[in-house]
T-cell receptor, first 117, second 115 residues
């Protein structure tokens, strides 16, 4: 079945440091890939997504590129801020197949990011 | 605010009691999902509705669990004879299918503690 593996955390960085959170997946075909973020005390929010190979999703300075050859979707940010402290989840949904498929999400275990001033 | 809402936000119950959670999706979203998230883990899929039809149930959803979406709008998730292992955050998400560009929007969750 489908699965998502994220790098183990927690990750602790100083403000303005470069961030990479690794994510690899196992799935049939070309799934859609997502990064969700969960800020303290809040619900899951979509951060970015990519729906086909070589697509780059980006939002709020975060980027991730859909790499089919390495089955990866690593999250990067050039300069993190204290406000980026949160839990980050990589996820996938099955490829769309006409009108019969739907977007059941399979999540990784999450990576806790803490950014210090 | 027209996001996904869930009620209650917190529930503490004793083992063996029944509990019911409610989810109100974003209006006009035809798809609704339930997930369960335990501490330190990512959410796990429980069940999916397309309008009022329940189209898939995970094997995680034992016979003690039942979900409904009677009019294709709000949904309820009931757990009968709760067990301590049911303690978790229960998340609801909704979406509108646009030919493969589906994005799920999550509610704040209901945190269940079974004593």
């Amino acid at each position: 079945g489908d699965s998502v593996t994220q790098m183990e955390g927690p990750v602790t960085l100083s403000e303005e440091a470069f961030l990479t959170i690794n994510c690899t997946y196992t799935a049939t075909g070309y799934p859609s890939l997502f990064w969700y973020v969960q800020y303290p005390g809040e619900g899951l929010q979509l951060l970015l997504k990519a729906t086909k190979a070589d697509d780059k999703g980006s939002n709020k300075g975060f980027e991730a590129t859909y790499r089919k050859e390495t089955t990866s979707f690593h999250l990067e940010k050039g300069s993190v801020q204290v406000s980026d402290s949160a839990v980050y989840f990589c996820a996938l949904s099955p490829p769309h197949a006409g009108g019969t498929s739907y977007g059941k999400l399979t999540f990784g275990q999450g990576t806790i990011l803490t950014v210090h001033p | 605010d027209t996001g996904v809402s869930q009620d209650p936000r917190h529930k503490i119950t004793k083992r063996g009691q029944n509990v019911t959670f409610r989810c109100d999706p974003i209006s006009e979203h035809n798809r609704l999902y339930w997930y369960r998230q335990t501490l330190g883990q990512g959410p796990e899929f429980l069940t999916y509705f397309q309008n009022e039809a329940q189209l898939e149930k995970s094997r995680l959803l034992s016979d003690r669990f039942s979900a409904e979406r009677p009019k294709g709008s709000f949904s309820t998730l009931e757990i009968q004879r709760t067990e301590q292992g049911d303690s978790a955050m229960y998340l609801c998400a909704s979406s509108f299918d646009t030919s493969g560009q589906e994005t799920q929007y999550f509610g704040p969750g209901t945190r269940l503690l079974v004593l």
